[in-house]
């Protein structure tokens, strides 16, 4: 029989720390709209038994604006959804169902090379094997291409079955940052964080402890979901960059950079970087060199 997995409760906002929050939705997960939506995420378990009678409460702090849920997963009930429901398996269902445009390996791979030959650019071309550390790099394709680019890549994911493949090719990849602490040794030239800030608990804190392995002029590079103008949910789209399971905090570009700024961590322009065949993939990389709007996909520089 399944578990019926428990919550905790925040009740400052993990940007901030202030308490003068506003709940600008709620609910609970067996409300019939919630259950379609979540239905959806084609979870490797048991969810609806897991999250029955469970109530969520989607807060905006009035001193950041920064957009949190109060009811948050516990340590084990983390360790289900994200080393049992969210594996391979429904990865690969949820990309086949909403994202098909990810099978498409060489844009997938081209939009990889990019990310690594921007890092390679903003730490320095001239740094023999920059060493590179991948928070939540999954099934560690990042990793590959990091390689095959002369850098000395190391991945830290928690599921033990998305990086499984990646670790019998000889990729390194540990389960933890403790684990990762006792056998690789800081500080690393850049660290990305791709769609991971979104689902911490303690968002402010984790990075602080990437800045503390970061070299002073590093590169953090972060991408979150773009919940700008979201606050109750109107379609699947706008359910999913604040899903009351997965994304427990919710960051607008203003609210990213602010994050950031506490830690010492400032924006700098995303450099250029071409790598296609086609005429208007190469017009559409330069005006965004020229024009570069505020996103949510941010390179940071640790300050010196």
Known sequence: MARKLTFRQRDTCPACGSNDSRAIWSGKFDDPQIRTNLAQYHYS???????????????????????????????????????????????????????????????????????????RHLTGNDRAAPRLMDF??????????????????????MSASRSEAARREGLVIHPDLETLDKTEQAPFDAIVMSQVLEHLAE???FLGSMRARLRPGGILFVAVPDTEGVEVPRNFHEFTLVQPVE??????????RAIAARHGLTPVRRPSAFLTTRAGGVLRSAVNWVWQPKTTDVFFRLET
């Not at 790099?137 to 994911?157: I, K």
């Not at 994304?247 to 990213?256: G, M, V, Y």
């Open 45 to 119: 378990g048991d969810w609806e038994a897991g999250l029955n009678g469970a109530a969520f409460e989607f807060m905006k702090c009035r001193s950041c604006n920064m957009k949190w849920h109060r009811h948050i997963l516990d340590d084990e009930g983390l360790y289900t959804l994200y080393g049992e429901w969210a594996d391979a398996g429904q990865a690969r269902r949820f990309e086949a169902a909403h994202a098909p445009d990810k099978h498409d390996r060489t844009a997938q791979l081209a939009q990889m090379a990019k990310l690594i030959l921007r890092l």
């Open 136 to 157: 939540g790099c999954g099934d560690g394709d990042l990793l590959r291409v990091a390689r095959t680019f002369g850098m000395n890549a190391t991945g830290v994911d």
């Open 203 to 205: 968002p402010d804190a």
């Open 247 to 256: 994304h427990i905090n919710a960051f607008t570009p203003s609210s990213l």
